[in-house]
C-alpha cells in the first residue's frame, strides 16, 4: 500500500514538472527569447514579426503550421469588398497583390500580368475597364474596352466604312487622338505623290474597306481626258505604270524594253505611228511581220 502511494506521488510529480516545462517553453516561445523564427519554413517579415503567436499557431499547434497566406487571412480574403475578390474571383495567393509590411494599401503589380500597362494605361483606374468587376480572364482587345469610341467615331465613321476592329491599326495606347494610319502596313503603301494626297481622293464615300490599288480606278479621268497622245482613241493600256510613277503624273516615259518587244538597232529611232498604224497600241507583231510591214523584207 505504502510503495504504491509513493508511485502515485512520482507520477504526479513528473506530470506537475512536464507540464510546468511545457507552460515555460510556450512562454519563452512566445516572448521570442529562445525560439529563433528564422530558421523555420516561414521567417517572419514585416508586420508577422509583432503578430501573436496564437494570432497564427490557434489552439496552441506550432508544428505544420500552414504557411500560405489564405490559411490566416482567408477572413480578409472573403470579406474583401473593393473589389469583391470572391465574386472577381481573385487568386488566394495573396502576395500577389499585397506585401507582409502592411496589408493595406495592396498594389496589384500589372505588368506581370498578359496586360503590361503603357502609356495611358497607367493612369487609369482599375475599375475603367473591369466595369463588370471581371478580373480574372479579361479580354485584353481593346475593343472589349473601346467599343464605344468605335461606334460613335465620325471621322470618318468607323461603322459605316467597316473599320477593322483592331484599334492599334491607327490609334497608339499614348493617347486616343491622334490616330494616326500607317499606310505602309496595308496593301496599298504610300509612294511619291499619294504621300501627301488627302485621303477622301482616294476613299470617295468614305469607303476605306476593300479600296481598289489598280491605278485606273482613281486616274480614270486623267486617262481618258489625255490628248497628247489621246489614250482613249490609241487604245492604250490602263495600266498607269506603264508610263507614269508616283513621283509625279508629268512627265510621263514609256519605256518599249518592258513589253514583249523590246526595241534594238533602228527600232529605237523608228516613229510610234510606223508600227502603230491606225493609232493601235495592243497589237504584238513578231519580227517577221514588222519587216514585211516596214519593206525590209
Given at each position: 500500500?505504502?510503495?504504491?502511494?509513493?508511485?502515485?506521488?512520482?507520477?504526479?510529480?513528473?506530470?506537475?514538472?512536464?507540464?510546468?516545462?511545457?507552460?515555460?517553453?510556450?512562454?519563452?516561445?512566445?516572448?521570442?527569447?529562445?525560439?529563433?523564427?528564422?530558421?523555420?519554413?516561414?521567417?517572419?517579415?514585416?508586420?508577422?514579426?509583432?503578430?501573436?503567436?496564437?494570432?497564427?499557431?490557434?489552439?496552441?499547434?506550432?508544428?505544420?503550421?500552414?504557411?500560405?497566406?489564405?490559411?490566416?487571412?482567408?477572413?480578409?480574403?472573403?470579406?474583401?469588398?473593393?473589389?469583391?475578390?470572391?465574386?472577381?474571383?481573385?487568386?488566394?495567393?495573396?502576395?500577389?497583390?499585397?506585401?507582409?509590411?502592411?496589408?493595406?494599401?495592396?498594389?496589384?503589380?500589372?505588368?506581370?500580368?498578359?496586360?503590361?500597362?503603357?502609356?495611358?494605361?497607367?493612369?487609369?483606374?482599375?475599375?475603367?475597364?473591369h466595369t463588370d468587376n471581371v478580373y480574372v480572364g479579361k479580354s485584353v482587345e481593346c475593343m472589349s474596352c473601346h467599343r464605344n469610341d468605335f461606334t460613335i467615331a465620325q471621322n470618318p465613321n468607323h461603322v459605316q466604312n467597316n473599320f477593322p476592329q483592331q484599334c492599334q491599326t491607327c490609334h497608339n495606347n499614348v493617347a486616343w487622338r491622334p490616330a494616326t494610319l500607317n499606310h505602309s502596313a496595308t496593301r496599298?503603301?504610300?509612294?511619291?505623290?499619294?504621300?501627301?494626297?488627302?485621303?477622301?481622293?482616294?476613299?470617295?464615300?468614305?469607303?476605306?474597306?476593300?479600296?481598289?490599288?489598280?491605278?485606273?480606278?482613281?486616274?480614270?479621268?486623267?486617262?481618258?481626258?489625255?490628248?497628247?497622245?489621246?489614250?482613249?482613241?490609241?487604245?492604250?493600256?490602263?495600266?498607269?505604270?506603264?508610263?507614269?510613277?508616283?513621283?509625279?503624273?508629268?512627265?510621263?516615259?514609256?519605256?518599249?524594253?518592258?513589253?514583249?518587244?523590246?526595241?534594238?538597232?533602228?527600232?529605237?529611232?523608228?516613229?510610234?505611228?510606223?508600227?502603230?498604224?491606225?493609232?493601235?497600241?495592243?497589237?504584238?507583231?513578231?519580227?517577221?511581220?514588222?519587216?514585211?510591214?516596214?519593206?525590209?523584207?
Amino acid at each position: 500500500m505504502i510503495l504504491r502511494e509513493r508511485r502515485t506521488r512520482t507520477t504526479q510529480l513528473l506530470a506537475s514538472r512536464h507540464i510546468a516545462f511545457s507552460a515555460t517553453r510556450l512562454i519563452r516561445l512566445r516572448g521570442g527569447t529562445n525560439f529563433k523564427h528564422e530558421e523555420t519554413a516561414f521567417p517572419l517579415r514585416g508586420a508577422h514579426v509583432a503578430t501573436a503567436c496564437a494570432d497564427c499557431h490557434t489552439n496552441q499547434v506550432f508544428k505544420s503550421t500552414p504557411t500560405h497566406c489564405v490559411s490566416c487571412h482567408q477572413a480578409s480574403f472573403t470579406s474583401a469588398s473593393n473589389p469583391n475578390h470572391g465574386a472577381a474571383g481573385f487568386s488566394t495567393d495573396c502576395q500577389s497583390c499585397h506585401t507582409p509590411t502592411q496589408w493595406r494599401a495592396s498594389t496589384f503589380v500589372h505588368n506581370q500580368s498578359r496586360f503590361p500597362m503603357t502609356g495611358a494605361h497607367r493612369i487609369q483606374d482599375c475599375n475603367t475597364c473591369h466595369t463588370d468587376n471581371v478580373y480574372v480572364g479579361k479580354s485584353v482587345e481593346c475593343m472589349s474596352c473601346h467599343r464605344n469610341d468605335f461606334t460613335i467615331a465620325q471621322n470618318p465613321n468607323h461603322v459605316q466604312n467597316n473599320f477593322p476592329q483592331q484599334c492599334q491599326t491607327c490609334h497608339n495606347n499614348v493617347a486616343w487622338r491622334p490616330a494616326t494610319l500607317n499606310h505602309s502596313a496595308t496593301r496599298f503603301p504610300l509612294t511619291g505623290a499619294h504621300q501627301a494626297t488627302a485621303c477622301a481622293d482616294c476613299h470617295r464615300n468614305g469607303q476605306y474597306t476593300n479600296t481598289p490599288t489598280i491605278c485606273v480606278d482613281c486616274h480614270q479621268t486623267n486617262f481618258t481626258t489625255s490628248t497628247n497622245p489621246n489614250h482613249v482613241q490609241r487604245n492604250f493600256s490602263t495600266s498607269c505604270v506603264q508610263c507614269h510613277t508616283t513621283s509625279g503624273w508629268r512627265p510621263a516615259t514609256f519605256d518599249h524594253n518592258t513589253t514583249q518587244f523590246a526595241l534594238t538597232g533602228r527600232h529605237t529611232a523608228t516613229q510610234c505611228q510606223q508600227c502603230h498604224v491606225n493609232n493601235n497600241y495592243q497589237l504584238a507583231f513578231n519580227t517577221i511581220e514588222l519587216r514585211i510591214k516596214n519593206g525590209t523584207l
